[in-house]
């Protein structure tokens, strides 16, 4: 597939579960109207050329598990609204031109067992000590700029850089 993603697409069966674009020549901006898609469980758009910000309309997936948008040339912070995935557990969004702090409400995913956020140079911040609760979970993050705080918390949750290497944290 080549080209954007039709607007059209927010109007697809209230009951579509599972959404896979990835891996195609896909470009434009990730549609504001997937956020009406609220049955979705997955939804994947990575490997494709897709730019512009995150839509905060995404956080009205409720029930996602899975939000995979990464290696694609996404810019901009990532939404507070993002917190509101509170069934997700994992969520890819490596490889873009992410910038800005890591949003506190990233704390709100307690189901969250995996996390891809390295490859972004503008991104930095805290990840949620909440998260690392979880004991399955996992972090991949730029460790020169996100702070990871779970090796302090006793579980076995940890936080990894992109090439797999532990991250100490400070």
């Known amino acids: 597939l080549t080209g954007r993603v039709p607007t059209?697409?927010?109007?697809?069966?209230?009951?579509?579960?599972?959404?896979?674009?990835?891996?195609?020549?896909?470009?434009?901006?990730?549609?504001?109207?997937?956020?009406?898609?609220?049955?979705?469980?997955?939804?994947?758009?990575?490997?494709n050329n897709m730019t512009g910000?995150?839509?905060?309309?995404?956080?009205?997936?409720?029930?996602?598990?899975?939000?995979?948008?990464?290696?694609?040339?996404?810019?901009?912070?990532?939404p507070t609204e993002l917190g509101q995935l509170t069934s997700t557990t994992k969520l890819e969004l490596h490889s873009n031109n992410l910038t800005g702090p890591l949003p506190l409400h990233l704390g709100n995913l307690t189901h969250l067992?995996?996390?891809?956020?390295?490859?972004?140079?503008?991104l930095w911040g805290t990840v949620p000590s909440s998260l690392c609760l979880n004991r399955w979970f996992f972090a991949y993050v730029d460790c020169d700029k996100v702070v990871c705080s779970c090796t302090h918390l006793g579980t076995n949750a940890r936080c990894f850089d992109g090439s797999l290497r532990s991250c100490t944290s400070t």
């Open 113 to 122: 067992e995996r996390i891809y956020l390295y490859d972004n140079d503008g």
């Open 8 to 47: 059209e697409i927010g109007y697809l069966s209230a009951n579509l579960g599972y959404l896979v674009l990835s891996s195609n020549n896909l470009s434009g901006h990730v549609p504001t109207e997937l956020g009406k898609l609220t049955n979705l469980l997955d939804l994947k758009v990575r490997y």
């Open 53 to 78: 910000p995150l839509p905060t309309e995404l956080g009205q997936l409720s029930v996602l598990l899975t939000l995979l948008l990464s290696q694609n040339n996404l810019t901009g912070s990532i």
